[in-house]
């Protein structure tokens, strides 16, 4: 099966902290996503990579960034925390375009 | 810019009962893939199923079937035979068959099953 792994499932971090939300996943796949969840909004994507070094802006970059040295892993990066990033973040993957994307578990960030 | 559309944020369905769950989209592409996800309280999205938009035969998956109306551009899934397993969280799911795959989703709709 593939696993998509994200590290932390719960994080409660200060305002202006900087805060790493890793995701790996075991399957050499090309494409990597990270998405934020929140009530009312449904999904929406903030980041994603479609090969080691390689990024594009998803429909809400602004507040974060992203990195991607190994192809099984990528990192979603708040520089500077504030509280209204607190929500659930998803992390996805693909193996490239028109195949299945697969989901972690997510992440629950709480920005106090 | 493509959207999708849930306008049900809750259903509610009886155990081994018929529940669907509506979805619309916009778009100005012919080519294009459309998804339901299932997220339960453990937060795992699933994919139920999925529909290429080329193929007229609405898709099935076990008791998860699609209806899928492209000139209307609709796109509702049907659960036959509810199970208090298929509480979930429901998302609809756009994505292009022309750039990466980049999803766009609905809001999603909340179900209940009740025994």
């Known amino acids: 099966d593939v696993k998509v792994t994200q590290s932390s499932r719960y994080l409660v971090k200060r305002t202006g902290e900087k805060v790493f939300l890793e995701c790996v996943q075991d399957m050499d796949h090309e494409n990597m996503f990270w998405y934020r969840q929140d009530p009312g909004l449904g999904l929406r994507l903030i980041y994603f990579s479609y090969d080691v070094k390689m990024k594009e802006k998803g429909d809400i970059p602004e507040g974060y960034s992203v990195s991607r040295e190994k192809k099984e892993r990528f990192s979603l990066i708040l520089e500077s925390a504030s509280t209204n990033q607190t929500s659930m973040y998803l992390c996805?993957?693909?193996?490239?375009?028109?195949?299945?994307?697969?989901f972690g578990e997510g992440s629950w960030l709480t920005v106090v | 810019a493509q959207t999708v559309t849930q306008s049900q944020p809750e259903m509610s369905v009886q155990e081994a009962e018929t529940v669907t769950l509506s979805c619309t989209y916009d778009?100005?592409?012919?080519?294009?893939?459309l998804f339901w996800y299932k997220q339960p309280p453990s937060r795992q999205m699933i994919l139920v199923i999925r529909?290429?938009?080329?193929?007229?035969q609405n898709a099935t998956e076990n008791r998860f079937s699609v209806n899928f109306q492209k000139a209307a551009k609709s796109f509702s899934l049907k659960i036959s035979d509810s199970q208090l397993g298929d509480a979930a969280m429901y998302f609809c799911?756009?994505?292009?068959?022309?750039?990466?795959?980049?999803?766009?989703f609905g809001t999603g709709t909340r179900l209940q099953v009740f025994p």
């Open positions: 778009t100005s592409e012919s080519d294009y893939y």
């Open positions: 799911a756009y994505r292009s068959a022309h750039n990466t795959d980049k999803l766009i």
């Open positions: 996805a993957s693909s193996l490239g375009s028109g195949n299945t994307i697969y």
């Open positions: 529909q290429e938009a080329y193929k007229q």
